[in-house]
């Protein structure tokens, strides 16, 4: 029984195994049960107390104290299910097979289908069990931690999938967790969990290979995330089902990137920090620039405000809009300027449905990741009035690293001619200094 999944009639056909263990992991529990079924608190039981994160991975001296107290062996037949169809059974699955314990699956469809289907259950019991033997070896390369994420980030050479909605993914929608900002890690790629289940169940195989037949080719280590750890495991499952790949989970997920590496400029005491660094700068020199080019009086976007050192130049001849990804900052620009108009933005997504004559940017794209700028530049022709401007500055270099947690990639003239030429015809593209000679460039464009 070493298939991840397997079918309520497959179980129910081996019932009377005397190996057989059925482990009840929904999140709350239900009424009845599959007969004979062991309940597991899982955020209680299979995760670590002491950890300020959610779901987080138990060590291998809890675990395996943990699968004692339920009666499981090392000789054990376990079948782990939720009630929720397939949500927290795959998380239970990928944390056995983590542990060395190959012979486990997952109940397909779970308690909802095992009820659709006619077979019997009983009223929530806690069973007596003996103590078992179960004996755990941790498998290390099938977790990962922030350590090796932030690492990954210059070498790419794995590729993070993340199960969370699109909305999520690309900071369009609100997580969750209060107080946590939504986005993604750079370099990951989002693939919902919902579009691997139907009805509670997994999709058939071939439906679940037309899904994963991008990733096919890529020979990367894949590692799965979300928002904590647990429906990155449903993906997983559903990837294995169809391919042969090494596969891991960066167990923090999301939460702890975005409390760890994603905190810069999202919290008071960066913000202040920032402000500090930047007291003396601004913008001026590509301002003026762009009143060359883009009449006075236009409607003007502002893509990354921070402070609003540049945005009070801006409002000195335009009609401008101020954004920002960071709350922090959209908030105190509210409070400072309460007759402007402030937009909480993402870079690369853009969602508004207003229309500009102008966008500028001063140092912001530079935090985009490749497919994410063009996404960006995509999306700025897409709100941008016929023959539209935008003008933007960027580091100069090649390469990219990351600083204070941010990914931050470095351009020459030639790699921002071809981004911006897809949409734009280049007007302006010069070297110019800020801290040193001709460390920064400048792009002005008209949308063709």
């Known amino acids: 029984m070493t298939t991840p999944l397997v079918s309520c009639q497959w179980l129910n056909e081996n019932s009377n195994d005397?190996?057989?263990?059925?482990?009840?992991?929904?999140?709350?529990?239900?009424?009845?049960?599959?007969?004979?079924a062991r309940y597991v608190d899982v955020k209680n039981v299979f995760s670590d107390p002491t950890s300020d994160l959610p779901n987080t991975f138990p060590s291998a001296i809890q675990f395996q104290g943990d699968c004692q107290v339920l009666g499981i062996n090392s000789t054990s037949k376990i079948?782990?299910?939720?009630?929720?169809?397939?949500?927290?059974?795959?998380?239970?699955?990928?944390?056995?097979r983590t542990f060395g314990h190959q012979n486990v699956s997952v109940l397909d469809g779970g308690l909802i289908e095992w009820v659709a289907q006619g077979y019997e259950t009983e009223q929530r019991t806690e069973h007596h069990v003996e103590h078992g033997?179960?004996?755990?070896?941790?498998?290390?390369?099938?977790?990962?931690?922030?350590?090796?994420?932030k690492s990954n980030l210059a070498d790419q050479n794995a590729l993070l999938i993340d199960?969370?909605?699109?909305?999520?993914?690309?900071?369009?929608?609100?997580?969750?967790?209060?107080?946590?900002?939504?986005?993604?890690?750079?370099?990951?790629?989002?693939?919902?969990?919902?579009?691997?289940?139907?009805?509670?169940?997994?999709?058939?195989?071939?439906?679940?290979?037309?899904?994963?037949?991008?990733?096919?080719?890529?020979?990367?280590?894949?590692?799965?995330?979300?928002?904590?750890?647990?429906?990155?495991?449903?993906?997983?499952?559903?990837?294995e089902l169809v391919m042969q790949h090494e596969n891991a989970v960066y167990d923090g997920s999301w939460t702890e990137w975005a409390t760890k590496e994603g905190a810069y400029y999202h919290t008071a005491e960066s913000v202040d920090e920032y402000i500090k660094l930047a007291a003396d700068v601004n913008g001026q020199e590509l301002i003026d620039q762009l009143k060359n080019v883009l009449p006075a009086q236009a409607a003007l976007l502002e893509i990354g405000s921070g402070p609003g050192s540049d945005w009070e130049i801006l409002k000195q001849d335009f009609n401008v809009v101020g954004s920002d990804n960071s709350k922090e900052f959209t908030d105190r620009l509210k409070a400072n300027y309460p007759d402007g108009e402030f937009l909480e933005l993402d870079a690369t997504t853009l969602a508004t449905d207003k229309q500009f004559d102008g966008i500028y940017s001063n140092k912001v794209l530079q935090h985009l990741r490749d497919d994410q700028l063009a996404t960006s530049i995509q999306r700025q022709a897409e709100?941008?009035?016929?023959?539209?401007?935008?003008?933007?500055?960027?580091?100069?270099?090649?390469?990219?690293?990351?600083?204070?947690?941010?990914?931050?990639?470095?351009?020459?003239?030639?790699?921002?001619?071809?981004?911006?030429?897809?949409?734009?015809?280049?007007?302006?593209?010069e070297e110019y200094g800020e801290f040193e000679d001709n460390d920064s460039l400048l792009i002005i464009a008209k949308k063709k």
């Open 18 to 36: 005397a190996d057989l263990v059925v482990l009840d992991v929904s999140p709350q529990p239900s009424a009845r049960q599959i007969k004979g």
């Open 163 to 239: 199960a969370r909605s699109a909305g999520r993914f690309n900071g369009t929608a609100p997580e969750p967790r209060e107080g946590l900002r939504s986005g993604n890690i750079p370099g990951s790629i989002n693939l919902p969990y919902t579009e691997v289940l139907q009805d509670g169940k997994f999709k058939p195989l071939p439906e679940l290979k037309t899904i994963f037949k991008t990733l096919a080719n890529d020979n990367r280590p894949f590692v799965f995330t979300c928002g904590s750890g647990v429906t990155a495991c449903i993906i997983l499952l559903a990837s």
């Open 79 to 96: 079948v782990v299910y939720d009630n929720k169809g397939v949500f927290l059974s795959p998380r239970v699955w990928w944390m056995f």
């Open 133 to 149: 033997n179960f004996k755990g070896q941790l498998q290390p390369n099938q977790v990962k931690g922030y350590e090796f994420v």
């Open 383 to 429: 709100i941008l009035t016929d023959g539209g401007i935008v003008c933007h500055s960027v580091w100069k270099g090649e390469g990219s690293e990351i600083f204070k947690g941010m990914f931050v990639n470095y351009y020459t003239k030639e790699a921002l001619q071809a981004f911006f030429a897809t949409a734009f015809n280049v007007l302006v593209l």
